[in-house]
Structures are given as structure tokens and as C-alpha cells.
Nanobody, 117 residues
Framework: QVQLVESGGGSVRPGGSLRLSCAASGFTFFRHMMYWYRQVPGKGRELVASITNAGGGYREYANSVKGRFTISRDNAKNMLFLQMNNLKPEDTAVYYC?????????WGRGTQVTVSS
């Protein structure tokens, strides 16, 4: 079955960096677009970044993270990444990786990112 497992979250000071990882299994990873979302308690999930399948040549970002976050993928290892630089307190959230197959959405359990001085 499809499994997505996020890791790499933690607590950092403003201006710091983190690299999130998502290990994917149970599906043909390179054929699918992948997404990073985040959620703050009491609010809906926000799309942070997306990357196309195969070579991942097309990437999109939320305006709030453009120029600071970079999404990437390693199809040989079935891994999705989110490099987050110059982190701000407003980036504090639980971050999830996501994929959709045949109309069904799959989510990981998320990894907490806390940015605080």
C-alpha cells in the first residue's frame, strides 16, 4: 500500500534552515507529482510546493515561501525533499508530503517544524 513517511523537522531559530524528507513506497514514485503541504492548528492545510513527475522539471511554490524553499526529488531512492532556508516564525507548522493516485489522496503523518527565537 502507499506509504509516505516524513522526517527532518525540528526547532530552529529565525533565519535557520531545515531539510525535510519524505520516503515513499507502495507506488511507482517517478510517475507521480508530489506535494508538500503544511498546517497550523485551527487552520486548513496550505500547499507549500509541488514538483512534477519523472525529471521533476516543473516546480511551483506558495508566494510565502518563494526564494526560500526548494522542492526536489530523487526518483532512484523514492524520496521527496524540501529544503527550507531563512525560516520565519510564520513557517511554524506540521509539514506533510502528499500524492494522489486514481483520485485518492495519500498523506504522511507529518513532521513538526517550529521556528522561534
Amino acid at each position: 500500500q502507499v506509504q509516505l513517511v516524513e522526517s527532518g523537522g525540528g526547532s530552529v531559530r529565525p533565519g535557520g534552515s531545515l531539510r525535510l524528507s519524505c520516503a515513499a513506497s507502495g507506488f511507482t514514485f517517478f510517475r507521480h507529482m508530489m506535494y508538500w503541504y503544511r498546517q497550523v492548528p485551527g487552520k486548513g492545510r496550505e500547499l507549500v510546493a509541488s514538483i512534477t513527475n519523472a525529471g521533476g522539471g516543473y516546480r511551483e511554490y506558495a508566494n510565502s515561501v518563494k526564494g526560500r524553499f526548494t522542492i526536489s526529488r530523487d526518483n532512484a531512492k523514492n524520496m521527496l525533499f524540501l529544503q527550507m532556508n531563512n525560516l520565519k516564525p510564520e513557517d511554524t507548522a506540521v509539514y506533510y508530503c502528499q500524492t494522489t493516485q486514481s483520485g485518492t489522496e495519500y498523506w504522511g503523518r507529518g513532521t513538526q517544524v517550529t521556528v522561534s527565537s
